[in-house]
């Protein structure tokens, strides 16, 4: 179990043993701030290698995988479906993506079904991916970048039929010569840059889109016309490199994907919590370690001696009322403060909305609650552009 889980589950109990308690919180010993966890952000040279597979891409192709890769599950999802229906070709095929829950940023991939298919293929990659976007979006793209200066120190990227490549203000911008057509570079990952980089562990070489020698070719072009007319399609693609932002329909992407956990996200509601429970500790009233005395057992109101109705000055006697069940004691519920409007219910869809997943499934593994079976760190409450 990760830290991150066994965090969660101590934090779940508590929260649990707060709702059932009988006494006011405020005469109870409030549960201790919650531990902190240190997230395993990448490194930047983590980062590089990371990004490597795709640097050399075509700009708005790149933002594509970066978006997508917040999906795996939708990624495994559009290729199989891409398997499917291989018949479908052209305006048919755009026209049938454009009906499927897909994320706008995993339709747009179905242009390219090489890179599509490697995504899936490469599936425990792509979530690290997914995972490095999510919390450290700046960093990846620097990391691209980064790895685009090496590749022109070394030759490998430059202007050409198939492409552009120009600099502005320190960034290396990458698109297609011709508007309309799209050409997916294939090279080493590993040795395209110079120096040799350890492959990624688990590397599958997609066939097609990668060459065992240094250099960089181009396969036939694809053409993107039959796209375009969809929010996802290519043209909707792009990045402000200056600012470090990957951008959808000209603004900026912000991942909605219920995958992976924003563990900076996490670390200020983690703040807040901790300030809301400080609060408490400074409210008056609160006495740690204080227990309340517990409550005598109410008097029927019915029955008994003390309690029994005196007859009426003008009525004839009545008959004594039967006896009253017991009352039970008076019920302590919490009292209105820093916890309130917290209970097991909320608590539970809270977190439950959050999800967690796993990864390196296997092709054609199954999914479960929002997650897939495998190897890997995810989670959690963020992710993908929604459904444009």
């Not at 199989?80 to 755009?94: C, D, I």
């Not at 430059?158 to 960034?171: F, I, L, R």
């Not at 959050?354 to 390196?360: D, K, L, Y």
Request: contains cysteine; hydrophobic residues 40%.
């Amino acid at each position: 179990m990760t830290p991150f889980k066994q965090f969660l589950a101590v934090f779940l109990a508590g929260c649990l043993t707060i709702a059932t308690v009988p006494g006011g919180l405020a005469f109870q010993n409030p549960p201790p701030p919650p531990v902190p966890v240190q997230g395993a952000q990448p490194s930047p040279d983590e980062l590089q290698r990371l990004v490597a597979p795709i640097a050399l891409y075509p700009d708005s192709l790149v933002a594509q995988v970066l978006a997508a890769s917040t999906f795996p599950e939708e990624i495994v999802e559009a290729d199989r479906w891409m398997q499917e229906h291989r018949n479908l070709q052209g305006q048919q095929l755009a026209d049938e993506v454009n009906k499927q829950p897909w994320d706008a940023s995993v339709k747009a991939l179905t242009a390219f079904p090489s890179v599509l298919a490697n995504m899936d293929k490469n599936l425990s990659w792509t979530s690290s991916l997914g995972d490095a976007y999510v919390n450290d979006q700046a960093g990846v793209m620097n990391a691209i970048q980064v790895m685009r200066q090496r590749a022109e120190a070394s030759g490998n990227l430059k202007g050409t039929p198939q492409q552009t490549v120009t600099t502005n203000e320190g960034s290396i911008y990458i698109q297609p010569a011709n508007p309309q057509i799209v050409y997916v570079p294939a090279y080493d990952p590993w040795l395209v840059y110079g120096p040799p980089l350890a492959p990624w562990p688990g590397w599958y070489w997609y066939p097609g889109l990668y060459i065992t020698t240094p250099g960089v070719v181009f396969a036939t072009g694809i053409g993107i016309g039959f796209f375009t007319g969809f929010g996802w399609g290519w043209h909707h693609w792009g990045f402000d490199w200056q600012r470090r932002e990957l951008l959808h329909n000209r603004a900026p992407f912000v991942a909605r994907g219920n995958t992976f956990v924003n563990r900076n996200v996490f670390a200020h509601n983690r703040a807040l919590y901790n300030n809301h429970f400080r609060a408490f500790q400074g409210r008056e009233g609160y006495r740690p370690n204080f227990q309340a005395a517990p409550h005598a057992p109410a008097t029927p109101r019915f029955g008994g001696a003390s309690r029994q109705a005196p007859p009426h000055a003008q009525a004839p006697p009545r008959a004594q009322a039967p006896p009253h069940p017991q009352v039970l004691p008076h019920f302590q519920g919490p009292r209105p403060g820093a916890f309130s409007g917290m209970n097991r219910g909320a608590m539970t869809r809270g977190f439950s909305e959050r999800g967690f997943s796993s990864f390196g499934a296997p092709r054609g593994g199954a999914f479960h609650g929002g997650g897939f079976a495998g190897g890997g760190y995810a989670g959690g409450f963020h992710g993908g552009g929604g459904r444009r």
